[in-house]
Nanobody
Framework: QVQLVESGGGLVQAGGSLRLSCAAS????????MEWYRQAPGKQRELVAS??????NYAGSVKGRFAISRDNVKNTVYLQMNSLKPEDTAVYYC???????????WGQGTQVTVSS
């Protein structure tokens, strides 16, 4: 059974930082595709950052401010978010795609609110 449990969201002022965590079970963060998405009110869910093997990718809007990382021992993926802007306000979701099955899984999401 796959479980993705996000934590670390909250309210922060513009310019501040937050670190999101995604504790995974049933997937292997070092080899499966691990991604962070976000969805703001009234907008489509968008890909923010991803790990595919050793490669990382970022949305243009967060490049240079956000960093995705992982702890293979803890089987946890992180999203360090710096220089936060009000437009970063959204529910952030951890997602995994199992290489063996190509099946996608989602966490429950964590709210990030950036005040101006």
């Amino acid at each position: 059974q796959v479980q993705l449990v996000e934590s670390g969201g909250g309210l922060v002022q513009a310019g501040g930082s937050l670190r999101l965590s995604c504790a995974a079970s049933g997937v292997i963060v070092s080899s499966d595709i691990m991604e962070w998405y976000r969805q703001a009110p009234g907008k489509q869910r968008e890909l923010v950052a991803s790990f595919s093997g050793a490669a990382t990718n970022y949305a243009g809007s967060v490049k240079g401010r956000f960093a995705i990382s992982r702890d293979n021992v803890k089987n946890t993926v992180y999203l360090q978010m710096n220089s936060l802007k009000p437009e970063d306000t959204a529910v952030y979701y951890c997602s995994a795609v199992r290489i063996v099955s190509s099946q996608r899984y989602w966490g429950q999401g964590t709210q990030v609110t950036v005040s101006s």
